[in-house]
């Protein structure tokens, strides 16, 4: 299937501080983004979706202000945590549909953010 | 979008077969019923989907009710590396723009 890689994979950082996760689609291109949040032992939640080109849409309740999508070009969506909190720590994970194969989606790794 | 209903979990021998239900009796005409797993500290992988009839590759099998308001996941001979959250997701039809809506899914041990 087609490939989707997150950077990093695991981040720490100083409360207050901002923290960039990368999303790329390494072997197809992306029009479309999708950024999650998990909290531990729970399910997914969506907080956004990216389009290249436009500005992101963001789902009920997450601050935009907040969680900034840039999806610069056809291959790389980034969220950027900023002003974060110990409340912000959670896993990160972003999925990108590949036409290619019928639009299926394709999430990455995952990037667990701890902030201290 | 159209609901699923999934057991919290199921227990599996290893080298047995693995049957994994989902129910979706809102599903409308329109709707995929898409697969993927989570292992632990992992993102989501995609396994498997359907709309009408069923599905085979060489992770799964997807065996789909007449009506289309349940489904079937089929592991055929589980491993110890297919422990993980299996997600049942129905997503409508029309570009690369509709996400996945995650529930809970069914936890998935598998018992050396």
């Not at chain 1, 999925?95 to 953010?113: K, M, Q, V």
């Not at chain 2, 989570?38 to 992770?59: A, D």
Request: charged share 15%.
């Amino acid at each position: 299937g087609a490939v989707v890689s997150q950077h990093p994979s695991r981040v720490i950082c100083k409360s207050g501080t901002s923290v960039k996760i990368e999303c790329r689609s390494l072997d197809f291109q992306a029009t479309t983004m999708f950024w999650y949040r998990q909290f531990p032992k729970q399910s997914l939640m969506l907080m956004a979706t990216s389009n290249e080109g436009s500005k992101a849409t963001y789902e009920q309740g997450v601050e935009k202000d907040k969680f900034l999508i840039n999806h610069a070009s056809l291959t790389l969506s980034t969220l950027t945590v900023t002003s974060a909190h110990p409340e912000d720590s959670s896993f990160y994970i972003c999925s990108a549909p590949d036409r290619g194969s019928g639009n299926t989606i394709y999430f990455g790794e995952g990037s667990w953010l701890t902030v201290v | 979008d159209a609901k699923t209903t999934q057991p919290n979990s199921m227990e599996s021998n290893e080298e047995e077969p693995v049957h994994l239900p989902c129910n979706h009796s809102t599903i409308s005409g329109t709707d995929y019923i898409h697969w993927y797993r989570q292992l632990p500290s992992q993102g989501p992988e995609y396994v498997i989907h359907g709309l009408t009839s069923n599905v085979n590759n060489r992770m799964a099998s997807l065996a789909i009710a007449e009506d289309r308001k349940s489904s079937t996941l089929i592991l055929h001979r589980a491993t110890l590396r297919d422990a993980a959250v299996y997600y049942c997701i129905l997503r409508p039809s029309g570009g690369s723009a509709r996400q996945l809506t995650f529930g809970s899914g069914t936890q998935l041990t598998v018992l050396p």
